[in-house]
Structures are given as structure tokens and as C-alpha cells.
């Protein structure tokens, strides 16, 4: 049995067996090299042999030594920015307080108050109102016949220098020379103060003033000049004159205006040195009869009114019966 036992050992095992057959019987002793049971450890040392690598891996600890990185912390200490913040509330607080000192020394100069002062001077002063200029009486001749006649007041309102100023043509002292035409005639009123040209012009059948040249001299030196030619006035047929008695006002220019008092004028066709028949302005012209005229032709609405309402109310009353 023992040699059976040692046959299988020694296959199993290899040759790494020995079996000590000289032994008794029941002792049988198997012997296994020593050697090789010795050499299993190497294998083991060798596994120990790890640990080296770890010791590598524990040598990353330096790595915290960049965790000195906190003396960035120390650029913390740049807070010192904060005392730059310090200085800006003082020149703020200085530059505040000179503003309201300007500002009031500008609400000072309200004299501007004073600038609106003068505005009343302007020439709205208004001169003393001048007496109704008396009548004159003015003619042209060609030869010894009279070809022009002008009777009229008339009183000049002009503004100079903004200043409203009038004046009154005297007769006595102004003279009156002229041309007479067949389509033109031209009157010139002359006074040491007033030159005036008074132009007409025959058109057709009509004659009317057409133009007005006036110059008025000044104590100052410098002599007021307005004129307009393109008037339509004192319009009235050839071979009769023009009257209009009243008050009449004209606007030249903006700063001329011309005021006829007793106005009668004929510029063409003057016979036997008078005046021909006159056509009056509608000033003159009495109105008065226009009013029982007024009242006839409303008196006969309300008749022919009558009439229509009774003529309809008849017929209706008629037709309301019917025959048998």
C-alpha cells in the first residue's frame, strides 16, 4: 500500500518525491525536497514588492504644496483701492456746494423785467385832432378854356419814424398846376409843407383816380414819400363829375391815409368852366324812399299770402260734398 500511495504522490507531484521504502512498514515516510517548499516565498516577496509603487503614488503630497497658493490672498490687500473710494466724496461735496451760488446771482438779473418797460413808448401817442379842413377850390386850364375842376377839405394822416402825425391842406397857402389829357389828366397841389399828384385816367366811358403821389417835408431833414398807382377812386362817367359831401377816408399805404371832405371833382370834358351833372357817392345818396318801398312790397306778400290760403281752404270745403 505504502508504494501505491507513493506511485500516486509521485505522479501527481512530479518528480519532486521521494518515498523511503527502507523504513518499516508502518512507518513509511515520504520526504519532500525542501528546497522546493523554500522557494514558494520569492513568490510572495514579490508580491510585497507593491507597496514601492504606492509609496510613488503618496509621493503626489508635494501637490499640496500648491496649496501655498492662498499668499493669493494677500491680493486681498489690494483693498487699498478702497481709499480711493475715500477722496471722490470730498471734491463731489465741494463742487455741490459753489453750484447754488452762481445760480441764484443768474435769477438776479430779473432787470429783464425792465426791458418790457419800454414797449409802451411806441406812437401810439395820438396827436391832437385837427379842426375840418376848410374847402378849396381848384382848376386847370389849356389856354383859356377850364379842362379840370377839383373842389374838396382835404386832411394827410402819415406815419414817420413811428410816429402817427396828421396835417390839414391849406388853400390859401397852396397852388395848383397840372395836364390835361385826352386818356390822362394830372392835378399837383402845392404848399411850403405838401406836394401832392393827384393822376386820372379815362377808360372808356369812366374816368377814376388811379394814382397818388404824396411828399410832406419834416423838420428833422428827411421828407415823407408814399405813393400807389393802382387806385380805383372817384369813379364816375366822362362829361359829369364826381361829388361825395361827406367824410370820406382812404388808406393809401400802411402809413398813408387821405380823408375828402366836400368832394366834387371832374378831370375830362369840363364845359363852360362848371361842373356837369354829378354822380353822388353812395354816402350822399338818400336812402329814405327805399323805405315805403319796403313796406308796399311787404304788404303785398301778405295779401297774395291771404289769397293762396283762402283759395285752398275753399276748394277743400267743396270737396267735401258729394251728389245725389
Known sequence: MFRFACVILFLSLGHDIMCDMS??????????????ATTLPPTTTKA??????????????????????????????????????????????????????????ATTPVPTTNATTPAPVPTTTPTPTLPTPST??????????????????????????????????????????????VNTSELILTSDVITIIFSFNHEVKNFRLHALNV?????????????????????AAVGSSYMCNK??????????????????????????????????????????FLVPIAVGVALSFLIILVLISYLIGRR??????QSV
Not at 23 to 36: D, H, M, R
Not at 155 to 176: D, H, V, W
Not at 215 to 235: C, E, H, R
Not at 257 to 273: G, I, M, N, S
Open 23 to 36: 523504513g518499516a512498514v508502518g512507518n513509511p515516510t515520504i520526504v519532500l525536497p525542501s528546497t522546493q
Open 48 to 105: 510585497t514588492t507593491l507597496p514601492p509603487t504606492t509609496t510613488k503614488a503618496t509621493t503626489l503630497p508635494p501637490t499640496t504644496n500648491a496649496t501655498t497658493l492662498p499668499p493669493t490672498t494677500n491680493a486681498t490687500t489690494l483693498a487699498p483701492t478702497t481709499n480711493a473710494t475715500t477722496p471722490a466724496p470730498v471734491p463731489t461735496t465741494n463742487a455741490t456746494t459753489p453750484a447754488p451760488v452762481p445760480t441764484t446771482n
Open 136 to 181: 378849396g377850390k381848384y382848376s386847370i386850364k389849356t389856354g383859356n378854356s377850364t379842362c379840370l375842376l377839383a373842389d374838396f377839405g382835404l386832411r394827410i394822416g402819415f406815419i414817420q419814424g413811428g410816429k402817427g402825425q396828421e396835417i390839414n391842406l391849406m388853400p390859401n397857402a397852396t397852388t395848383s398846376t397840372g395836364t390835361c389829357g
Open 215 to 235: 411828399t410832406i417835408k419834416s423838420d428833422s431833414g428827411v421828407d415823407f414819400k408814399q405813393a400807389n398807382t393802382n387806385l380805383t377812386l372817384w369813379q
Open 247 to 288: 367824410q370820406q377816408s382812404y388808406n393809401i399805404t400802411d402809413v398813408l391815409t387821405l380823408d375828402t371832405y366836400e368832394l366834387r371833382v371832374q378831370p375830362f370834358e369840363v364845359t363852360k368852366d362848371k361842373f356837369s351833372t354829378a354822380e353822388e357817392c353812395f354816402l350822399d345818396s338818400d336812402l329814405t
Open 316 to 321: 277743400k270745403s267743396r270737396t267735401g260734398y
